[in-house]
């Protein structure tokens, strides 16, 4: 808790004076403390999340305010000065080259100038020449009559005011669109916060699919949601439980079709997503027990392989029988007689 108290103090600061006195951080109750404590770790956790997302999309400027905002809170450099200076260089050099091409393009080509002055504004938003020459050009007939077009499909989508993922997803799709061009247009902005709120209803409603084990399904939505809604801890966890549901159900039909190897090979698939999977472990053992069953089989073969002298093959059907059944004498016997004759064959050679 050391880590954050900068922050806490100052998160309890409003609600620390009560009557002209001074309430202490320590007359809070445990479970209080608690509380904000696990508020602001959420927060942090929020910022990284939303740094990486911005960095990822090349948004240098939102991505070095989230990791900042990380310092901050962290009282300590989570991301170094040396790794802060590097984007903001990084922002600096692609608003100055940005705004170069922006210009280059604004009189032959006024739609492809707003596109740089946008990548231009998510390096340095503040940069005053590339606010001058954005509003210059939103006033352009032809990049007024463009970007209409892109607001109103955005608009007739939240016209139809519906909230499932489908449809949260061809807004999204409307809304990315659009602020290719432009990315404080106050329509694109509003869709943004409406795709925001409708989170809650859209992963209960694909939670609920699973949960009535129509995986399918509930893959196909999550999946989508994925595309809406990145780096989603709850989101990509649901992905990862119907990973380990379909391998399960694959290992158990190589299973019943007495597919041993392939049958374990899939079950260990699933330990490396969840090492405590039951059922994964289960068809593991249940394969082993299956191969072991045929140790009867096995030992026909291996003694017709040693009386036919192909002692290399015998070996390996020999070690097998051993390794399920430790205490068969009879394919320890064997083993040992293979070894003696396949020492003699090397010593000749």
Known sequence: MKRIMPFLITLLIPFLFTACSLVSVNSLSAEKKFEIYHSVVNEIESYKKEGDIHLKNKYYHKAILAYEKVNFYEAKEVYSKEYINNLKNRASYNAKYFLKKAHANAKKNKIKSLYYINITMRNNPTLKEAIKLKETLLEDAKVKSFINKKEQKVQNLLNKNKMTVYHTRSLNNSVKKLVKYDDFNPIAMKAKSIIKNSYKGLVK??????????????????????????????????????????????????????????????????????????????????????????????????????????????????????ACHPENRRAHAYLKKINQQLNTIKKLR
Request: hydrophobic fraction near 35%; glycine fraction near 2%; aromatic fraction near 10%.
């Open 205 to 322: 409603n694909s939670i609920s699919l699973y949960n009535k084990k129509n995986y399918s399904q509930a893959k196909k939505e999550f999946n989508l949601l994925s595309s809406i809604y990145q780096e989603d801890k709850t989101i990509n966890n649901y992905l990862h439980y119907i990973k380990q549901k379909e391998l399960i159900e694959e290992a158990k039909s190589y299973l019943a079709n007495k597919n041993y190897n392939k049958a374990s090979k899939v079950a260990k698939e699933v330990l490396k997503i969840n090492q405590n999977n039951q059922e994964a472990k289960e068809i593991i053992s249940a394969s082993k027990v299956a191969k072991c069953d045929m140790t009867g089989t096995l030992e026909a073969k291996g003694i017709n392989l040693y009386i036919k002298q192909n002692f290399d093959e015998a070996k390996i059907t020999f070690e097998k029988i051993i």
